[in-house]
């Protein structure tokens, strides 16, 4: 069975400083993997997805993830954080058949001013 | 155009009450999904469809629960006899075909006093 863990329920960092949030995944066939945002009473806005092309996977409002097979690890990154990143991040696995997305628990970034 | 719509956006019934959840999808999308997304949480699958064709309703929890796609276009959720745990938002998404990426709705809100 698939399953994502996402490291840190809550992460903190100062406006204009690097985003890091952290995605291991488990999967028994080649995964598709996501990142989606999640802003309040909104639904679910992609921002990325790795399809097993490029392992470097960049997406919309300046972030990229990396796919990193030995690791078992997609973190989702952005250089300089922005006020409006603020909002709830999930990392999402489906194997190429099922189409199905399992979630992670989710992690919620604030940023300070 | 349109994006993903759900209806009602909040939902309140008590307990033992049927409720009834409609998600109209990006015209055109044959693939359709339903999520439940419990508080604080990440959504959790719960069935999709291919046109009218329910081809996976692995994850809804109980017999209580049962979803339809009639005429392959707009879904309804509905539960019977509801429960309070059932509260949680209710998330829809669709997909041009299977494989593709999905697009989410603003979810309903459902609360079982």
């Known amino acids: 069975a698939q399953s994502v863990t996402q490291l840190g329920s809550h992460v903190s960092v100062s406006e204009g400083a690097l985003v890091l949030l952290r995605c291991n995944y488990s999967?028994?066939?080649?995964?598709?993997l996501f990142w989606y945002v999640q802003y309040p009473n909104q639904g679910l806005q992609l921002l990325l997805k790795?399809?097993?092309?490029?392992?470097l996977v960049k997406g919309i409002n300046g972030f990229e993830a990396e796919f990193k097979k030995s690791e078992t690890s997609f973190h989702l990154t952005k250089p300089s954080a922005h006020m409006s990143d603020a909002a709830e991040y999930f990392c999402?696995?489906?194997?190429?058949?099922?189409?199905?997305?399992?979630f992670g628990q989710g992690t919620r970034l604030t940023i300070n001013p | 155009g349109a994006g993903v719509s759900q209806s009602p956006r909040y939902k309140v019934a008590k307990r033992g009450q049927d409720v009834a959840l409609r998600c109209d999808p990006i015209?055109?999308?044959?693939?359709l999904f339903w999520y439940q997304q419990a508080l604080g949480q990440g959504p959790e699958f719960l069935t999709y469809?291919?046109?009218?064709?329910?081809?996976?309703k692995s994850g809804l929890p109980s017999d209580r629960f049962f979803a339809e796609r009639p005429e392959g276009s707009v879904s309804t959720l509905k539960i019977q006899r509801t429960q309070q745990e059932d509260s949680a938002v209710y998330l829809c998404?669709?997909?041009?075909?299977?494989?593709?990426?999905?697009?989410f709705g603003p979810g309903t809100r459902l609360t079982v006093t």
């Open positions: 015209s055109g999308h044959v693939s």
């Open positions: 469809f291919q046109n009218e064709a329910q081809l996976d």
């Open positions: 999967s028994s066939v080649p995964p598709y």
């Open positions: 999402a696995v489906s194997d190429r058949g099922a189409q199905k997305l399992v």
């Open positions: 790795y399809t097993s092309a490029a392992t």
């Open positions: 998404a669709s997909s041009l075909e299977l494989g593709r990426e999905q697009y």
